[in-house]
Each structure stands twice: as C-alpha cells, then as structure tokens.
C-alpha cells in the first residue's frame, strides 16, 4: 500500500453514519488498508457498537484503564467476536479523573508487581492492561524520556496472574 494510508479513524464518531460507508469503498479501492472508530466517552460505546454492526470496522479505538473499564463488559467482547484490532486511548489515566488514578494509586505497594517489569505507577497501569488483556494495543502517551523508559520495561516482562490482577482492582476501587 505504497503511499497510502494504513488505518484512517472516526474520531469522536461524528458524522460516521454518512463517513463509515465513504470509509470502505476507500479501503476497497485500495486507498486505505484500515477503517477505525474512536470516542473517549463511554456514554458514546453505543454508536461504536452501532458502527461495528454495519461490519465496515477493522479497529475500534477506545478509552480502558483501571478507572475506566465499561469496555471490559460492551466492546471488548463485541470486537473479538467480530475479530477487530482494539487500540487503547488513556491506559495509564483516565481523561477526567487523571488525579484520582494517582492518589489512589499512592498508598499501593509496587513490591509485589516488580517481577512483572513495574517501576511506578504509569507501568502497572500498563501492566495490568496487558495481563488482562494480551490482545489490546496500548496506547500510552508521555513527553519524559524517562516514562519512556519504564513505560516499554513492562513489555517484556511475565504477565501478572490473575490473583494479583484482582487485588489491584479490589485496591484501586475500580468499577
């Protein structure tokens, strides 16, 4: 696809009735190889769920995290079955509550998560995403050569098991 556009998304999913079919004769002529969608307000999953059920999507781009996890039970699962990538906006914060993911996260002990590559806060957020969810693509964002770093340790490391996974949610509080 020499000179084309790999994945080209609805952002926010607006106008995606009218754009989604525009989308695919697009990638059917070869224009582009990847159709997404992508919002970051659960309150907008329904239309994402709406999207994937025309069959056009290949990518679904959403937010997931410790805070933020109705994914978890509407598209996550819709996706798979629809064998769709899934890209993950805010896997360390969450949009709105970026300070409340921190001050929960402040008084958990990283001692037992180390053998899974965590160093701070930012990789076990990323960490537990990619135990629990071998299959999403992380999107993590950072500006520090040093988040960097320990943002990419986690990847080689063991997957955390789902004991573990467990009592990190049951500390975090998450819904």
């Known amino acids: 696809l020499l000179g084309g556009i790999d994945l080209l998304q609805i952002h926010n999913m607006a106008g995606w009735q009218a754009v989604l079919p525009c989308l695919a004769e697009l990638r059917a002529a070869g224009r582009i190889r990847a159709v997404g969608v992508t919002h970051y307000d659960p309150a907008s999953f329904g239309a994402i769920e709406a999207a994937i059920e025309t069959g056009i999507p290949d990518v679904i781009q959403i937010p997931l995290n410790l805070m933020e996890r109705n994914a978890e039970r509407r ?40 053998p899974y590559g965590v ?7 990323l960490k537990y995403l990619l135990s629990k969810h071998a299959d999403l693509v992380l999107l993590p964002a950072t500006s520090r ?8 340790a986690v990847s080689g490391a063991p997957a955390m098991p789902p004991d573990l996974i467990a009592r990190l949610e049951r500390e975090v509080g998450a819904s």
């Open 75 to 114: 598209l996550l699962p819709l996706a798979r079955e629809r064998g769709l990538g899934m890209l993950v906006m805010t896997p360390i914060q969450p949009l709105f509550q970026r300070g409340e993911l921190l001050r929960r996260l402040r008084g958990i002990d990283l001692a037992p998560f180390r």
């Open 145 to 152: 050569e040093e988040r960097v770093q320990s943002n990419a």
């Open 119 to 125: 160093t701070d806060a930012g990789s076990l957020c």
